[in-house]
């Protein structure tokens, strides 16, 4: 059957593929396949939409996914080496086992979750209405902020590069491969701290 993946800003039709599925096969597969056939055929996904997209174990090494939709996507185990996600939107996607082998340029944040809340949860320190407010180097970040703001030099490269919240992923996977989901970099201040405060604990036990 023919499934398209659409651009997430006009809505075109980006790819056509022809998958093997059926009717009643659950979207987020047919997705998943359509976008194995664009990659052997070559087509550009930047830009598009593969919210959901049941990518597990895929071969992406160097796909370039600048701009793409993977929210909620289930990229465990993908191989994600030298793929480009600048600009990329991961909410919500499951990265646990991704193979970033390669991928040294990604910083690792020691216990991660313990670092992170113990930023965010200063007086004052947290604005999940601004990625960094009085530029990189303020004292006031959202969480995908802080994030790259502690991995340091590196993480201010690949701010710069990818976009705040695709590094802060990447990062997040890096530093816990064991994550189960890409945290929500659009929550509240309260839903964001009481989610960094239960990983933290987690972390600490």
């Not at 959901?52 to 939709?69: I, K, M």
């Not at 180097?137 to 959202?142: D, L, P, Y």
């Not at 590069?161 to 802060?168: I, N, V």
Request: glycine share 10%.
């Amino acid at each position: 059957m023919q499934f398209e993946i659409r651009n997430r800003w006009t809505g075109a039709v980006q790819f056509t593929a022809e998958i093997d599925a059926t009717y009643d096969t659950p979207r987020r597969v047919k997705i998943g396949l359509a976008v194995k056939w664009a990659r052997r055929t070559g087509a550009d996904l930047r830009g598009a939409d593969l919210s959901g997209a049941d990518l597990s174990g895929a071969d992406l090494r160097g796909a370039d996914l600048r701009g793409a939709v993977l929210r909620g996507a289930d990229l465990s185990g993908a191989v994600l080496r030298d793929a480009d996600l600048s600009g990329a939107v991961l909410r919500g996607a499951v990265l646990s086992g991704a193979v970033l082998r390669g991928a040294d340029w990604i910083p690792v944040i020691p216990n991660i979750h313990t670092a992170v809340y113990a930023a965010a949860s200063q007086d004052g320190a947290l604005d999940m209405g601004n990625w960094h407010t009085n530029g990189f180097c303020g004292t006031t970040h959202c969480r995908a902020g802080w994030v790259t703001h502690l991995a340091g030099d590196a993480g201010r490269v690949m701010d710069a590069l990818m976009g705040t919240s695709a590094a802060a992923a990447l990062i997040y996977a890096k530093s816990d491969p064991k994550l189960e989901r890409v945290p929500n970099f659009y929550a509240s201040n309260s839903d964001a701290l009481a989610d960094m405060k239960r990983l933290a604990d987690a972390e600490a036990t």
